[in-house]
């Protein structure tokens, strides 16, 4: 499991308390990222966590400008579901001078946005529109459109604080098409959800919200 970090959402003075609560509970990776984060906090984060943790960090840059040697791997993230050339290309384009000289290791992944029930702070700043859940045709073709241009993951996203996760139908459908990793997250806040998501293929479960308001939860999710 992945535990999912917003710096926009967090003080340095929070770091340490958290960085227990991952160390107890055998989180696979912290992801690091954000739809909003203001310029250069992503570094001193990054920073503080490397020396409370040794958890990879990943990236999950919702700009360019967020980005930080300091992480160990970066999402290169292509949002397949919009229609908007800046998340398609343009932002990949602007890291270019950052990541070539940088140590990150580089995953080109698919990201696609999956109705949550509610507006998400990724459709707002992406002005992209999700998928429907009732569209799953659509997106098992755009997982394996993602699998022929050679993405390594597909991350399928509910939006932070999603109030429908993404359905295990759908990620039972997407799993039975490509042979690429699977994300799943958006929205993940009980045990069973967890467990149906795993289930129905998820190779890995990112939880952000459930665990800002309760840090406690991990506990209980794994
Ligand atoms: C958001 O998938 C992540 O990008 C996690 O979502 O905050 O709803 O757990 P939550």
């Known amino acids: 499991m992945a535990v999912l970090l917003d710096p926009d959402k967090l003080t340095i003075s929070d770091l340490p308390n958290t960085a227990v609560k991952i160390n107890s509970n055998n989180?696979?990776?912290?992801?690091?990222?954000?739809?909003?984060?203001?310029?250069?906090i992503t570094d001193t984060i990054v920073?503080?966590?490397?020396?409370?943790?040794?958890?990879?960090?990943?990236l999950f840059p919702g700009d360019y400008l967020h980005l930080t040697n300091k992480a160990d791997v970066v999402l290169f993230?292509?949002?397949?579901?919009g229609r908007n050339p800046e998340y398609l290309i343009e932002q990949q384009i602007k890291s270019v001078d950052f990541l070539k000289n940088s140590n990150l290791e580089i995953i080109p992944t698919a990201y696609i946005l999956i109705d949550g029930g509610i507006e998400t702070s990724v459709q707002r700043v992406s002005k992209t529109i999700p998928i429907s859940q009732a569209n799953i045709d659509k997106i098992v073709s755009t997982?394996?459109?993602?699998?022929?241009?050679?993405?390594?993951?597909?991350?399928?996203?509910a939006g932070s604080g999603a109030t429908v996760p993404v359905g295990a139908n759908i990620i039972k459908r997407v799993s039975n098409n490509v042979r690429v990793p699977i994300i799943v997250g958006g929205g993940i806040r009980t045990?069973?959800?967890?467990?149906?998501?795993?289930?129905?293929?998820?190779?890995?479960?990112?939880?952000?919200?459930?665990?800002?308001?309760?840090?406690?939860?991990?506990?209980?999710?794994?």
Not at 143 to 157: D, F, P, T
Not at 191 to 196: A, D, G, V, W
């Open 77 to 81: 993230l292509s949002l397949l579901s």
């Open 27 to 40: 989180v696979d990776f912290i992801f690091v990222g954000g739809s909003t984060v203001d310029l250069g």
């Open 191 to 222: 045990k069973t959800q967890l467990e149906n998501a795993y289930n129905s293929g998820a190779d890995l479960i990112v939880i952000g919200t459930a665990f800002e308001e309760n840090n406690e939860i991990l506990n209980k999710l794994i």
């Open 143 to 157: 997982s394996i459109a993602a699998a022929y241009m050679g993405k390594q993951i597909i991350y399928l996203e």
């Open 47 to 58: 920073s503080e966590l490397k020396k409370l943790t040794t958890v990879p960090i990943i």
